[in-house]
């Protein structure tokens, strides 16, 4: 059966405003809510294997939009943690404002590509961009991505 992206999507699981400025305390607040949500058992081993992914093949900014994610048997289902930054975080020598963290396990490899691809497909829209970073709530947030679920 596909897994829908409003499946994965948890107005828990979303900061609305980082704290951090820097992509590996942007990347430890969006980890810790998925913590905190029962998603990642082990929080600081994940944490550690993305920053390892993140050093050896960067995640790519387009639209001010990165997608960081893991390919990991640390999660037991797709799991997906979003953060919000105004002022914007740099990954790689692009600034994102919207960071989606993705946490796969191994066995889901081709439904990540399906999630992400739809996530890619929607974020290119400006006007969908633009009610993100505008968004007051978690709730309004999510209501810009299902469109596309």
């Known amino acids: 059966m596909p897994i829908a992206l409003t499946d994965l999507l948890n107005e828990r699981q979303i900061a609305l405003q980082l704290n951090a400025g820097e992509q590996a305390g942007a990347l430890r607040e969006i980890v810790q809510l998925l913590a905190a ?17 993140e050093q050896a093949r960067p ?3 387009e639209n001010e939009v990165v997608f960081p994610h893991l390919r990991t048997e640390l999660v037991d289902e797709i799991v997906i ?22 946490g796969v396990p191994q066995r889901l490899a081709s439904e990540y590509l399906v999630v992400v691809g739809a996530l890619a497909r929607l974020l290119r829209d400006s006007g969908v961009r ?20």
């Open 81 to 102: 943690g979003i953060g919000r930054s105004r002022r914007g975080v740099p990954f790689d020598g692009a600034i994102a404002n919207l960071i989606f963290v993705i």
């Open 59 to 61: 995640s790519t900014v």
């Open 37 to 53: 949500n029962g998603k990642i058992d082990a929080p600081g081993k994940f944490l550690e294997e993305l920053a390892v992914r």
């Open 130 to 149: 633009n009610t993100l970073l505008s968004a007051r709530t978690s709730a309004k947030f999510i209501r810009a991505l299902r469109p596309i679920a």
